[in-house]
């Protein structure tokens, strides 16, 4: 598939987002990406994803010039759809995160199970420094995997986490040098895919209960305070100034 390769290894698949240096997100995108979690968890002979991307940035978030930011509340809704099938999935996943997981690269990068970080990997979400409201689910992710004050340190400032802070806060579970991150992935996958798959499966699902339920119902709110926020002058604002690599200059319009 276009932009997505899939590989396997005995029971463990890695599943790669081959659009770098960045990998910024698109509604076709994460289509692909999803396609390819189901038909992993249609194949019992596969037991744990292994999610990677090609380039200097894990998922860099939606491009502001191009992407779906341009396309109106349409293109965000679709994606929302998206998100909630990646959310479905059944298997484990482990993601490798080599650089930066920006914005929606966030709300990608918790959809795994587990995190491998390397030392260079950048947790992100800036998006109050657009004059925007998180998406992708962050809003009930996030808190429901560092708590409540972190997410929302990480949420109104849109500071920058590093792998080792991550790693400390339980953003990310593993650090790895960025040479060995993906072997480092994979371990951790073999390790779960080394036990009685209905088993992890089942665990799994429990410990996830309804989070893809409840991060439909959380984009559902997200989209619509999105849509509002789109409308204001600190939004285009917002747009300019990460375009332009400065601060914003709002007026709380």
């Given amino acids: 598939m276009s932009e997505i390769n899939v590989t396997r290894d005995g029971p463990v698949a890695t599943v790669e987002i081959d659009r770098p240096p960045h990998n910024h997100v698109s509604v076709d995108l994460m289509r692909r990406l999803a396609d390819a979690l189901d038909g992993i968890d249609a194949d019992r002979a596969l037991r744990v994803s292994v999610l ?132 480092a992935a994979l371990t951790l996958a073999r390790e779960i895919a080394e036990n009685a798959p209905l088993a992890v499966e089942a665990t799994r699902a429990t410990l996830r209960a309804d989070l893809a339920r409840a991060v439909k119902g959380q984009t559902d709110i997200e989209l619509a305070i999105q849509t509002r926020l789109r409308q204001t002058a600190d939004y285009a604002e917002g747009v300019r100034a990460v375009a332009e690599r400065r601060p914003g200059i709002f007026i709380g319009a």
């Fill in 52 to 183: 990677v991307s090609a380039g200097k940035s894990f998922c860099a978030g939606a491009d502001l010039v191009a992407g779906i930011a341009t396309r109106g509340t349409g293109g965000v809704d679709e994606l929302y759809v998206e998100a909630v099938r990646l959310f479905s999935a059944k298997k484990p996943i482990v993601a490798a995160i080599q650089g930066a997981a920006v914005g929606a690269g966030l709300g990608l990068a918790l959809v795994a199970d587990f995190r491998v970080a390397a030392p260079e990997a950048r947790f992100v979400a800036n998006f109050v420094k657009l004059g925007f409201h998180p998406g992708f689910g962050i809003t009930h992710t996030l808190p429901r995997l560092i708590g409540p004050q972190k997410a929302a340190l990480m949420c109104l400032t849109g500071r920058r986490v590093k792998g080792d802070e991550a790693v400390a806060w339980g953003l990310a579970d593993v650090l790895a040098p960025l040479g060995g991150l993906r072997d």
